[in-house]
């Protein structure tokens, strides 16, 4: 069997192939993108999608019988759904076959089914012909290309005007520790648009699902919010979650931007500014005491000093205090200062060590100094005695 399969694809390629030469005649750009497109190297043909008979010799021949040509907009996703919601067809490759159904529970699919045109469809993320899969860099829906993607629509200002939304999303996004750590650093893993607002079904989360939507990446964040006071306020709807704080897709790095965030809702003299500060301040405290730490270390080992156990306790206390951040959602000073005060004595054993390794070494100078002293005592001598000898000889 498995030779008839080979030969059944090589059949389907080659037709695919033959049709794409012949709309060629006419669409020659067309048919170059979709010879390195997945449609294409799935060996899918033109006439797949637009019907005719791709074997005309004219075109009034090519565009007969059930010849469309472009599809209209509203009709673009149910028509691609032909294929990707059937899951005989879409199963080998792996892929959802929920798309269609996303895509109509969406801001952007229901805009549409009500007559609203001007809304995102198919074509305007995945491209028309030549399109790429996913993980292919140079499709408009790889991780570093959405932002932009998303943005044609998002940064246009007269589209977003009509539609009551800001055009400061992109913008906004790229400005963000999630923008950076996508766009400059390349790390794949931080999110996108698609990531906290769904793709084919894209829409804003409610503000009680916003914990949520972060905590499927901040799970410690998420747990230790639960345990604070703004979390009874989310679920009353008087909190808005973590973008209260964090901003929504200018998401902010610092501890002190996002604590600079608190004079929003909190006036001057609350308790809650001051348990704020003290947060602040101990967490300020924890950094310079390890940074200290570190710099002797690193000073030793410049030194001469074999620093190699220190180096690994160092380690341990460093990630020890990234454990500590996610902590602060719980607004728990007591339960931060506990955790500080453990690093705390792991950074104080540490400088133990040193100190008793730097005290080891002053005694190695301090014993050396009588022998020392001995050999240039001797070497006094003999140099008196040679003298004696030479003067003797004399």
Known sequence: MAPVVVVSVSIAL???AQDRVSCAKCHEAETAAETGG?????????????????????KEAGHGGAFRGRVPRQETAEFCARCHSDVRMMNPYGIAT????????????????????????CVDCHGTHGIRKGRDPASPVYPKNVPATCGKCHSDADLMRRHGLKATAEAQYRRSVHG???????????????????????????????????????IKQQEMFAQSPHAA???????LGCVSCHGNHRVLRTVDEIFNRCDTCHEAGERALHTRDAIAAVLA??????????????????????????????????????????????LDLAKIERLLAAEDAR???????LETKER?????????????IFLLGMAFVFARKRKSLESGRG
């Open 347 to 353: 950074l104080g054993e540490i400088e133990e060590r």
């Open 180 to 218: 950076e750590f996508l766009l400059s650093k390349g790390d794949l893993s931080a999110p996108s648009c698609a990531v906290c607002h769904g793709n084919h079904g894209a829409a804003p989360p409610g503000f009680r699902d916003i914990i949520h939507v972060c905590g499927k990446c901040h």
């Open 285 to 330: 405290k924890a950094a310079v005491r390890y940074g200290g730490v570190a710099s002797r270390v690193a000073a030793m080992t410049r030194a001469g000093f074999h620093t190699e156990d220190e180096g690994l306790q160092l380690e341990e206390a460093r990630t020890a205090l990234l454990q500590i951040p996610p902590v602060q959602h719980t």
């Open 98 to 121: 929920d798309q269609y159904a996303q895509y109509q529970s969406s801001k952007h699919g229901e805009a549409m089914a009500k007559g609203v045109t001007d809304v995102a469809t």
């Open 38 to 58: 997945v449609h294409g190297l799935a060996g899918l043909g033109c006439a797949e999608c637009h019907g005719g008979d791709p074997k005309g010799e004219s």
């Open 233 to 239: 306020l989310t679920d009353s709807g008087d909190f």
């Open 360 to 372: 080891a070494e002053r005694i190695k100078k301090i014993a050396l100094v009588p022998i020392w």
């Open 14 to 16: 080659d037709s695919a």
